[in-house]
T-cell receptor
């Protein structure tokens, strides 16, 4: 596609429910990143996929968070048993190979946990 | 601890005026530094990328400077336009650490007519 696409754009869920956020990177980009932007906070790194290498999961805040990237393209970020502190905008980005290339960000998914 | 600090937190200027945003970092080892512009409700968009050896880089009305000795960067906006109203985020990439970008809190710029 022309840009990084994320869905849904907004998600409201109840505390304790699981949610799945989707990211469709730019075609041909082998690197994909997930970040979280909480209200009044800077962007926080979550996870990084690079080609077929094992993902860098060091930014995931707890074991309730997981992500996968199927077929080297679309990625899903899953949050289990959501908590109110999970409320944030979740941003996905992709780049051609790695961090030495420009990252292109999606518009984000705004998650609200009630 | 790897940190990126930006100042001011927010800034209001009149259309047509210039402004300078500051970024100080304590990231090591340093790979490169980027400035992003983030419009409300949108993802960040890259403005400039600067490596260790680069002192100045321009992108239209945006000019970024980098002093690797003092670990400071600035973003200068010339002849501001209403469309420059956005959050400007300074980001430092840690060398050889995958996707780890260290983000500043951003400077909220409002350009008034």
């Amino acid at each position: 596609g022309a840009g990084v696409s994320q869905s849904p754009s907004n998600k409201v869920t109840e505390k304790g429910k699981d949610v799945e956020l989707r990211c469709d990177p730019i075609s041909g980009h082998t690197a994909l990143y997930w970040y979280r932007q909480s209200l009044g906070q800077g962007l926080e790194f979550l996870i990084y996929f690079q080609g077929n290498s094992a993902p860098d999961k060091s930014g995931l805040p707890s074991d309730r968070f997981s992500a996968e990237r199927t077929g080297g393209s679309v990625s899903t970020l899953t949050i289990q048993r959501t908590q109110q502190e999970d409320s944030a905008v979740y941003l996905c980005a992709s780049s051609r190979r790695d961090l030495q290339n420009i990252q292109y960000f999606g518009a984000g998914t705004r998650l609200s946990v009630l | 601890k790897n940190q990126v600090e930006q100042s001011p937190q927010s800034l209001i200027i009149l259309e047509g005026k210039n402004c300078t945003l500051q970024c100080n970092y304590t990231v090591s080892p340093f790979s490169n530094l980027r400035w992003y512009k983030q419009d409300t409700g949108r993802g960040p968009v890259s403005l400039t990328i600067m490596t260790f050896s680069e002192n100045t880089k321009s992108n239209g009305r945006y000019t970024a400077t980098l002093d690797a000795d003092t670990k400071q960067s600035s973003l200068h906006i010339t002849a501001s336009q209403l469309s420059d109203s956005a959050s400007y985020i300074c980001v430092v990439i840690v060398y050889n650490q995958g996707g780890k970008l260290i983000f500043g809190q951003g400077t909220e710029l409002s350009v008034k007519p």
